[in-house]
């Protein structure tokens, strides 16, 4: 065996050793999954071994979960099987790794495993398969099921194993939210069976196998350990259909997985763990033949990761590696930015018009560092180190021998100009200039810049310690050697990159500005406002448009809306939203959220929101019972807004891959993750159709409506955006 390695004691316990060549972190590749088959046969075979411990030979995890990346090819297979030959050996195949657990855990002697790090997915359904699970005392293992949010189902026994170990009550959230948790979580839930310090490990596991004496009879006669009570019982029925209600009231029917997922629970947890687990399997093949699934593992696994990783960066150039930082403006941006350099190890000096301004922005920082610490997500040590790496200051000398400077002072441009001017005369002539403007050119910006091919937009999205997409842009002056040292930077920091080119309102706030303006439009025809933030959230963004619009800050959309007309004409604006909007807060001094009146009244405790009554006298509503015919057009006009925006950004050459365009619009503004993002979503529908649905809602519409050419060629060659090869235009 080559991943797996086997080292026998006197005492007649094997070491069991996964250690998968040429990943960096285990994951179950096809290789190693035949290898769990000979695995059993010599754990079977030799009869000196009396138990076995499974454990990780690298020392980042036990097991990642599934190599989806090598199963890309097989599941493309299994999602068109469709003759009864196809799907029976769909169904053999998405079996094989369920099998072989199902072997290790039938072996007939015990088995533990021994987590000394993460184990999601299919790693955590090997450590299921065994008669015990040890795990290291380290707050930041990771142990769950993460299938469901990629689109997927646990195949491998989850479904099955988890419920009989620890009910269902327990086990529903675990498999349908998809969230790991820590090892104390997991030892509270009941799922792993003890957690002891690191170096304890083995030890521990090796007690147990020597004291459990007959192993067998812990296990019922199908070899598994025997839950507290049945798990299929009137109690269990009346969970079941509590989950299924809570299914349909939060997802509305947008995650075929997770409807899987109960299903695959409800029918095994009624028959025989091996009737259990070929239901697992064919449900996992149901799921997987879902045009979610295609689309959240392209989008959510693969393209996150792919972007995470910085592929797509021309090789050859030094990796640039900041040493030394600044941030100008130590407001709610600059800080967390200043927080994600210390954080990420790099020396920041922190810029402010005055020192207590200064002093408030690194304080921030300082305070989510206590707040990690407290968590246990944080060492003090590494705490401490962090704060000491920024400095809070008002002198622009301090800024000398920084590699990069991020700008984030107000959204002005005179000002804007002035500090770049400040920051320009103390720099060395290799440093990156990159500002945060969230609307303004980068064009623009860059003429204040004595070096414009150095000048970069480096657009953050609040909260910066929670918000992972950063939005690179790039100027017409700015040069391929600047783009990628801003993207080795946004690497660096752990955000994910995606680059598009100087456009209004860049990409992410372009496209998610259609969401909010549609919402605009609908209130201005007369549909009750309580119907339009519903189908929004029944499309599954996280909130509807409307709520999003106080969310943003109304007195904001109500400036960019001016500027926008001012730089471009009013054409550019969106009619229906600026009228209302104007008066919200013009007139009425209804800033949305944060100062508790918008389009909704915000009640001071932050016990919730009404909807403000006026509202009805500025847009007074004429349609205010839904039927499901207006429900679905409201869906449409919701989804399509955005998704043909995105393509008329990917036609303007605003943005040239589509798996940035995707990640970007679920990371940056919550697209709905079941449609894998905006594009992914019209590769979905099928251009074909997409465009006819679209054209219908523009004669009924709107030109809004109206599809870019990219599109048209799209729907008349029946091609893709996943396949066709993208035009990007020069910057
Ligand atoms: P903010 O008002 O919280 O902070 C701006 C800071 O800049 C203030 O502390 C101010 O004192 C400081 N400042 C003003 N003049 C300065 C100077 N000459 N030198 C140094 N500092 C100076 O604003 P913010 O929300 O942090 O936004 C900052 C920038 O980031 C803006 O361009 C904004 O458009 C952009 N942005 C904001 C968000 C957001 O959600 N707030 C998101 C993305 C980008």
């Known amino acids: 065996m080559q991943h797996i390695s086997i080292e026998t004691g006197a005492d007649g316990i094997a070491l069991v050793r996964f250690d998968v060549i040429g990943r960096t972190m285990n994951t179950i590749t096809a290789a190693f999954s035949q290898e769990l088959e000979q695995l059993v046969e010599r754990l079977k075979g030799d009869a000196a071994i009396k138990g076995a411990i499974l454990t990780s030979g690298k020392d980042n995890g036990f097991i990642a979960g599934a190599d989806l990346v090598e199963m890309e090819g097989d599941i493309a297979r299994w999602r068109v099987a469709s003759t009864q030959e196809e799907l029976a050996g769909a169904v053999a195949d998405c079996a094989s790794l369920s099998r ?53 189902l ?71 350990k025997l839950p507290g009570g049945a798990p299929y019982s009137s109690a269990g029925q009346q969970i079941m259909a509590g989950a299924n209600a809570m299914l349909r009231s939060t997802s509305y029917g947008n995650y075929p997985a997770q409807e899987q997922i109960l299903k695959a629970v409800f029918e095994g947890t009624q028959v025989p763990m091996d009737a259990g687990l070929r239901i697992e399997s064919r449900r996992f093949l149901n799921t997987v033949q879902t045009p979610q699934a295609e689309a959240m593992v392209r989008t959510l696994f693969l393209s996150m990761q792919a972007l995470g990783k910085g592929q797509g960066r021309a090789t050859g150039r030094e990796r640039f590696d900041p040493r030394k930082a600044g941030v100008l403006g130590a407001g709610m941006m600059g800080a ?34 206590d707040k990690a610490v407290r968590q246990g997500r944080l060492s003090q040590e590494k705490a401490d180190a962090a704060k000491a790496r920024i400095c809070a200051s008002t002198d622009y000398g301090d ?22 001017r ?13 500002s945060n403007t969230s609307t303004l050119p980068i064009d623009g910006l860059a003429d204040a810049s004595q070096r414009p091919e150095s000048f970069v937009g480096i657009h953050f999205f609040s909260p910066v310690d929670r918000m992972r997409l950063v939005e690179i842009i790039r100027g017409k002056r700015t040069s391929d050697a600047t783009i990628e040292a801003a993207t080795d930077y946004v690497l660096r920091i752990g955000k994910v990159p995606i ?30 406002p309580a119907i339009i933030d519903n189908v929004g959230r029944m499309t599954g963004m996280p909130r509807g448009p409307l709520e999003l619009s106080d969310d943003v800050a109304l007195d904001l959309l109500d400036k960019v809306t001016k500027q926008t007309a001012a730089d471009l004409g009013s054409a550019y604006v969106a009619k229906a939203q600026d009228g209302i909007v104007d008066r919200l807060v013009n007139q009425l001094g209804r800033l949305g959220r944060k100062n508790g009146r918008g389009v909704y009244d915000y009640a001071q405790d932050g016990s919730g929101k009404t909807l403000w009554a006026g509202l009805a ?9 839904s039927d499901a015919a207006l429900v679905e057009r409201i869906r449409l006009r919701l989804l399509y807004r955005q998704a043909i925006e995105a393509a008329r950004c990917v036609d303007e050459g605003v943005i040239g891959d589509p798996r940035q365009a995707d990640v970007g619009a679920i990371l940056a503004w919550g697209f709905p993750a079941w ?15 997409f465009a006819a649905v679209a054209d219908e809602l523009a004669r009924d519409h709107g030109d809004r409506f109206a599809i870019p050419p990219l599109l048209r060629k799209l729907a008349e060659e029946r091609g893709r955006f996943y396949e066709a090869p993208i035009r990007q235009k020069a910057a």
């Open 100 to 152: 072989r657990l199902r072997a290790i855990e039938t072996l007939g002697k015990p088995v533990v495993a021994a987590i000394s790090g993460l184990a999601l997915g299919g790693g955590m359904e090997v450590a299921l398969a065994c008669h015990y699970r040890v795990v290291a005392d380290n707050p930041k293992i990771q142990l769950g099921f993460p299938e469901a949010t990629i689109g997927l």
């Open 154 to 224: 646990p195949g491998a026994g989850g479904t099955q194993r988890l419920p009989r170990l620890i009910g269902l009550q327990a086990a529903l959230p675990l498999l349908l939210q998809g969230k790991p948790v820590s090892p104390t979580k997991a030892l509270e839930l009941g799922f792993v069976d003890a957690v002891v310090p690191a170096a304890d490990l083995i030890e521990t596991a090796k007690a147990w196998l020597l004291s459990v004496g007959d192993p067998v009879a812990r296990w019922d006669r199908k070899g598994f």
């Open 336 to 369: 967390g930015i200043a927080h994600a350099h210390a954080l990420a190890g790099i020396d920041t000096v922190l810029i402010d018009v005055d020192q207590a301004a200064a002093d408030k922005g690194k304080a921030h920082g300082d305070n989510l560092l």
């Open 399 to 420: 800024l000398a021998g920084a590699d990069i400077v991020i700008e984030a002072v107000f959204e002005n441009r005179a000002l804007k100009a002035e500090v770049t």
């Open 422 to 434: 400040k920051a320009e005369a103390v720099l060395g002539s290799n440093a990156i200039f990159g």
């Open 499 to 528: 680059i598009v080119n100087d456009s209004r309102g860049f990409y992410t706030s372009r496209v998610f500005g259609t969401y909010i303006a549609e919402g605009y439009e609908m209130l201005a025809e007369g549909i009750a």
């Open 617 to 625: 006298d500025l847009a007074p509503p004429s349609i205010v019972s």
């Open 675 to 689: 449609t894998g993002g905006p594009l992914s979503f019209i590769d979905s529908v099928g251009a074909a159709t």
